[in-house]
């Protein structure tokens, strides 16, 4: 059974920082592209970040450029998002998700249960 | 960056059949896959690519697209099937970039 599992969510002031773990289970995960989803409380979903399978490429959106940064360690089959200089909007349930997509459709078929990040002072 | 449209409210009487639209120009080159969102949890995919559906969703759900618009089509609607539901593409671009609709929230009456 494929299981995706975050952890490392909080409350954090402004300007600080996080690191997120979502811990992979019941596939390959080295084989897999992964990407990190955020939902701000009330709000709809937002993709943040994705790497590919050897770590190689990354990409992130605009808003965090510079700020967040995802890794893997496909030894410890684990997907991390750090979170540096933390913004109020960046409150959000953080979820990690497998894609199983290809070049021409994107296919999160399978998600964490997330974790809450709150920026607050 | 680009951009995916959606309609923010959608209801349906209950068996009958609705469309939920998703429109953007990443949709002319990308496919768009989709999501249903219950009130605190996480999302769950339906339909992705052309009109596949993952091991688990009921056949009343169906997909298609056309020039820069996709659709989700649920014939027969069920009470279950109230929530939220987001498409999703790549973006525009042909990086790797992923965007989201803003969402639609379907009513089931």
């Known amino acids: 059974e494929v299981q995706l599992v975050e952890s490392g969510g909080g409350l954090v002031q402004p300007g600080g920082s996080l690191r997120l773990s979502c811990a992979a289970s019941g596939f390959t995960f080295s084989s897999y592209w992964m990407s990190w989803v955020r939902q701000a409380p009330g709000k709809g979903l937002e993709w943040v970040a994705n790497?590919?399978?050897?770590?190689?490429?990354?990409y992130y959106v605009d808003s965090v450029k510079g700020r967040f940064t995802i890794s893997r360690d496909n030894a410890k089959n684990s997907l991390y998002l750090q979170l540096n200089s933390l913004r109020a909007e960046d409150t959000a349930v953080y979820y990690c998700a497998r894609d199983s997509g290809t070049l021409t459709v994107v296919v999160f078929d399978y998600w964490g249960q997330g974790t809450l990040v709150t920026v607050s002072s | 960056s680009s951009e995916l449209t959606q309609d923010p409210d959608v209801s349906v009487a209950l068996g009958q059949t609705v469309r939920i639209t998703c429109q953007g120009d990443s949709l002319r080159s990308y496919y768009a896959s989709w999501y249903q969102q219950k009130p605190g949890q996480a999302p769950v995919l339906v339909i992705y690519?052309?009109?596949n559906r993952p091991s688990g969703i009921p056949d009343r759900f169906s997909g298609s697209s056309s020039g820069n618009r996709a659709s989700l089509t649920i014939t027969g609607a069920q009470a279950e099937d109230e929530a939220d539901y987001y498409c999703?593409?790549?973006?525009?671009?042909?990086?790797?970039?992923?965007?989201f609709g803003g969402g639609t929230k379907l009513t089931v009456l």
């Open positions: 690519g052309e009109n």
């Open positions: 790497i590919n399978q050897d770590g190689s490429e990354k």
């Open positions: 999703n593409s790549r973006d525009s671009s042909g990086s790797h970039v992923k965007i």
